[in-house]
């Protein structure tokens, strides 16, 4: 199991390191991370083989991605940053990003879902706009305020999990350092990323709790 997390960091006791460690590894043991509890509607189970084979193809796609876009970074506008880099990066994830237009929560994961997406190229904590927010805090209002429990805010170099989380001084998420994993062409910490921030594990089950959430728990009951 790795032993370090040079690009993925958490704040707030929403994932253990444990987990996030488990979550990188050849073989996780937690059954959530197994490939069948990727299969949402519209997508069946995948073999264990055709499991990795599709964590290696995103990363490839991603990887190339990246270098693209960040011969341009300096000079990214928002547009971009969504259309060339973020948006291609979560469909590898198997999202499908509907936007929302004159919503601060740009974007919702796929069409019928409430799941909130804010795509950004300002930094996640810097604080501007009419409410003196910043994005990861627009998103934070968002999900403490909403029906849904966890979301993602991301900028051109960082993507975030948030979760419904009620703390006056600190901050709770999962960060994962995107110009780290690509430069670096760090796949543990990308598969991490594909673990934890693909379109299944924000989808309820018939209890009403996704697999983020069953992690979350796992977490507390670490200590």
Avoid at 11 to 38: E, Q, V, Y
Avoid at 67 to 86: M, V, Y
Wanted: negative net charge; hydrophobic residues 40%; glycine residues 8%.
């Amino acid at each position: 199991m790795p032993d370090t997390l040079d690009f993925i960091h958490t704040s707030g006791g929403l994932m253990s390191p444990t987990i996030l460690a488990d979550a990188m590894g050849d073989s996780p043991s937690r059954g959530l991370f197994a490939p069948a509890n990727f299969a949402f509607e519209g997508r069946e189970a995948e073999t264990p083989s055709k499991h990795q084979e599709t964590i290696e193809a995103a990363f490839s796609l991603a990887s190339e991605g990246w270098d693209e876009f960040s011969k341009g970074l300096e000079d990214a506008t928002t547009g971009t940053t969504r259309q060339d880099w973020l948006r291609p990066l979560l469909q590898l994830l198997e999202f499908e990003p509907q936007f929302q237009r004159g919503d601060a929560i740009n974007h919702r994961g796929w069409d019928g879902s409430v799941v909130p997406v804010l795509l950004t190229d300002a930094d996640l904590d810097v604080r501007s706009g009419r409410d003196k927010r910043s994005p990861h805090e627009e998103l934070q209002a968002h999900l403490n305020e909403s029906e849904a429990q966890w979301g993602i805010a991301a900028n051109a170099t960082q993507l975030r999990i948030l979760r419904d989380y009620h703390h006056t001084h600190l901050k709770g998420f999962v960060a994962f350092d995107l110009t780290g994993i690509f430069e670096s062409r760090d796949f543990a910490s990308f598969r991490a990323l594909y673990r934890l921030a693909h379109r299944s594990r924000f989808v309820v089950d018939a209890e009403g709790k996704c697999p983020l959430e069953a992690l979350f728990d796992a977490s507390k009951a670490e200590g």
